[in-house]
């Protein structure tokens, strides 16, 4: 039992890079100034943006927004 909550203990403070830092959805919803929840959660389920599921909760990696956000800013200068 020491043996795990040991290993356990190492991973929560373990230093997370900010890229590979998960988000809930409300959070990313938050991160892209999304006006609802529902945007990111349409988002996800049209493949939009990936996302990593736990048990019921899906989340996101912060450098998969940040790609999602560069990707659509690319689309917008192509078309201006």
Do not use: C
């Amino acid at each position: 039992m020491r043996k795990i909550q040991q290993e356990v203990q190492e991973v929560i403070t373990m230093p997370v890079s900010s890229q590979n830092e998960l988000l809930t959805v409300e959070e990313a919803a938050r991160y892209l100034k999304a006006s609802t929840v529902w945007t990111v959660r349409n988002l996800l389920s049209k493949g939009r943006i990936k996302f990593i599921k736990i048990g019921k909760r899906h989340n996101v990696r912060k450098a998969e927004l940040d790609r999602y956000i560069q990707e659509n800013e690319q689309q917008e200068q192509r078309i201006a």
